[in-house]
């Protein structure tokens, strides 16, 4: 080998060298910095609803529409002076327009033709209270059935119970939760003779609110419980941090 392939060598050699190195530094780099620790948040809180929404409906049927409206009228100051015996306030009680129909019954006769039969004319009403005062809606709720032995057709639905300050609750819960990831990733850092680095990426859970100590199912959508005055709300964060 002459001098000046020699020197070519040398030159073609120290590219490799310089060529790896860089190479290597890459590829340290781009493991250093895809690192990654994924952790799960998760916090809860036991709250009482504040308030309640409570709807009940009577009706009544008759083939002269004047009667029926003139016996729903009736029915409708029984209901109203009921609720007020109750101790619950007037402009606590909201009594909807009145909802007319007719009442036909369709069938067939003896030769397969199709028959119609008008069995008088159906009034119904709604009225719904809402009120911060849960023990007495509650309370008003199970007795309003007395009022059928009197002579009101009326079905009565169980009252909802609702929590004014949902959205306050679930930034309290968003912070615990994003608390508590960051926790659960420092000490996975940690244990694994690292350090936590800064925060990448946080995405939010389904926000669930469930009775208290009920055996209910979570839902794809976020669960809503409105049945129990005693509910657990529950949330999650899903974070990502970077590791040293």
């Given at each position: 080998m002459n001098k000046f392939s020699a020197i070519v060598a040398g030159i073609l050699a120290l590219g490799l060298i310089i060529a790896a190195c860089i190479l290597g530094n890459a590829y340290k780099y781009k493991f250093r910095t895809s690192e990654s620790i994924n952790v799960t948040g998760n916090a809860l809180k036991d709250f009482n609803a504040d308030l309640v929404k409570w709807r009940a409906t009577y009706s009544r049927n008759d083939f002269d529409l004047k009667v029926a409206?003139?016996?729903?009228?009736?029915?409708?100051?029984?209901?109203?002076?009921?609720?007020?015996?109750?101790?619950?306030?007037?402009?606590?009680i909201v009594f909807k327009a009145v909802n007319i129909s007719k009442d036909i019954r369709y069938g067939?006769?003896?030769?397969?033709?199709?028959?119609?039969?008008?069995?008088?004319?159906?009034?119904?009403?709604?009225?719904?209270?809402?009120?911060?005062?849960l023990?007495?809606?509650?309370?008003?709720?199970?007795?309003?059935?007395?009022?059928i032995s009197q002579g009101i057709e009326l079905n009565s639905?169980?009252?909802?119970?609702?929590?004014?300050?949902?959205e306050d609750l679930k930034l309290e819960l968003i912070a615990q939760a994003s608390e508590n990831a960051k926790q659960r990733a420092e000490n996975i850092a940690t244990k694994s003779g690292g350090k936590l680095g800064s925060l990448k990426k946080a995405d939010l859970g389904i926000f669930q609110i469930t009775g208290k100590n009920d055996n209910e199912e979570y839902s794809y959508g976020g669960a809503f419980n409105t049945?129990?005055?005693?509910?657990?709300?529950?949330i999650t964060v899903k974070t990502s941090y970077g590791a040293n």
């Amino acid at each position: 080998m002459n001098k000046f392939s020699a020197i070519v060598a040398g030159i073609l050699a120290l590219g490799l060298i310089i060529a790896a190195c860089i190479l290597g530094n890459a590829y340290k780099y781009k493991f250093r910095t895809s690192e990654s620790i994924n952790v799960t948040g998760n916090a809860l809180k036991d709250f009482n609803a504040d308030l309640v929404k409570w709807r009940a409906t009577y009706s009544r049927n008759d083939f002269d529409l004047k009667v029926a409206s003139d016996q729903l009228k009736n029915d409708q100051a029984m209901v109203k002076n009921f609720l007020l015996s109750q101790g619950i306030k007037s402009n606590e009680i909201v009594f909807k327009a009145v909802n007319i129909s007719k009442d036909i019954r369709y069938g067939t006769d003896a030769n397969g033709n199709s028959t119609s039969q008008f069995n008088g004319y159906i009034l119904s009403q709604d009225v719904t209270i809402e009120s911060t005062d849960l023990d007495k809606i509650e309370k008003a709720s199970r007795e309003i059935s007395n009022l059928i032995s009197q002579g009101i057709e009326l079905n009565s639905s169980n009252p909802n119970f609702y929590y004014s300050k949902l959205e306050d609750l679930k930034l309290e819960l968003i912070a615990q939760a994003s608390e508590n990831a960051k926790q659960r990733a420092e000490n996975i850092a940690t244990k694994s003779g690292g350090k936590l680095g800064s925060l990448k990426k946080a995405d939010l859970g389904i926000f669930q609110i469930t009775g208290k100590n009920d055996n209910e199912e979570y839902s794809y959508g976020g669960a809503f419980n409105t049945t129990s005055r005693q509910k657990t709300a529950q949330i999650t964060v899903k974070t990502s941090y970077g590791a040293n």
